[in-house]
């Protein structure tokens, strides 16, 4: 199936590695060209040889509304204009309520939903001026499955809402806005494959518990899924929530982390 993303023009937040990196890669296999951004000039230097023809990476840290500006700017420079919006770059700082500081909380709320709302903000001229625009936002099911982290899961629900809400705000505009919602995703360097090879007991445990199948998704599931709702072929989407975790998403008597 051709999706139609040819030619089109991408930005990826924290797009040097996991989800945001094999986002990218599906991307540029499918013919487009692609912007990632990541605060680690060496991680991003590494990614963008590794991506190869058609990548361009520019260092901003997410959470500084400015560099991400100037990001976006960049990217759109590079290419000529954006149609694809990736708002992927996340994560978590400090722990569950008890253990964590209210300026914690404000930062997971920056490197989460803050950032996706900003990148947003700072693409909708050159989104606006393309016939195929289309924003990702990279959200969880952690979004309204409790999670190890329960600033995490708040701002990831902040995500969830943030795509429904652009949605209407935008599609007069012609903008799509969606969100995809990974489950337990096992990549190198991740905190799944981290378990794997440290707690090989815990790590059978929580597969045989919390996926049917049996196996944690893989970061191609992920990305297909990606190309597919941000592409012309899936112009049908607008302001949902893509689900793409192996049945994880289902009722359990324990939070989902071991």
């Known amino acids: 199936m051709d999706l139609g993303l040819k030619g089109l023009?991408?930005?990826?937040?924290?797009?040097?590695?996991?989800?945001?990196?094999?986002?990218?890669?599906?991307?540029?296999?499918?013919?487009?060209?692609?912007?990632?951004?990541?605060r680690d000039g060496e991680?991003?230097?590494?990614?963008?040889?590794?991506?190869?023809?058609?990548?361009?990476?520019t260092v901003a840290d997410v959470t500084d509304p400015g560099r991400l500006t100037a990001a976006v700017e960049a990217a759109a420079a590079e290419f000529g204009g954006l149609d694809l919006v990736v708002a992927n770059a996340g994560g978590s700082v400090g722990g569950d309520l008890a253990e964590s500081t209210a300026?914690?909380?404000?930062?997971?709320?920056?490197?989460?939903?803050?950032?996706?709302?900003?990148?947003?903000?700072?693409?909708?001229?050159?989104?606006?001026?393309?016939?195929?625009?289309s924003v990702l936002v990279v959200a969880s099911i952690s979004g309204w499955k409790p999670g190890s982290r329960t600033s995490y899961?708040?701002?990831?629900?902040?995500?969830?809402?943030?795509?429904?809400s652009l949605a209407e705000e935008l599609a007069p505009r012609g903008i799509r806005v969606n969100a995809l919602s990974?489950?337990?995703?096992?990549?190198?360097?991740?905190?799944?494959?981290?378990?794997?090879?440290?707690?090989?007991a815990a790590y059978a445990e929580f597969a045989r518990f919390q996926l049917p199948s049996g196996r944690l998704v893989e970061l191609d599931e992920v990305a297909d899924a990606a190309c597919f709702v941000l592409s012309p072929r899936g112009s049908?989407?607008?302001?949902?929530?893509?689900?793409?975790?192996?049945?994880?998403?289902?009722?359990?008597d324990r939070r989902f982390y071991p």
Request: proline content about 5%.
């Open 103 to 133: 300026a914690e909380w404000t930062e997971t709320f920056a490197l989460n939903a803050g950032h996706a709302a900003q990148a947003v903000r700072a693409a909708l001229p050159h989104l606006e001026a393309s016939p195929a625009a």
């Open 153 to 164: 899961s708040i701002a990831k629900a902040a995500e969830i809402q943030l795509a429904r």
């Open 43 to 57: 991680r991003l230097a590494k990614a963008v040889a590794e991506l190869g023809p058609g990548a361009h990476g």
């Open 236 to 252: 049908g989407f607008n302001g949902a929530n893509i689900c793409v975790d192996g049945g994880q998403d289902r009722p359990t």
């Open 182 to 200: 990974p489950g337990s995703v096992e990549f190198e360097g991740g905190r799944w494959g981290r378990l794997r090879e440290e707690q090989p």
């Open 9 to 38: 023009r991408a930005l990826v937040t924290g797009g040097t590695r996991g989800i945001g990196l094999a986002i990218a890669r599906a991307l540029l296999r499918e013919g487009a060209r692609v912007s990632v951004c990541a």
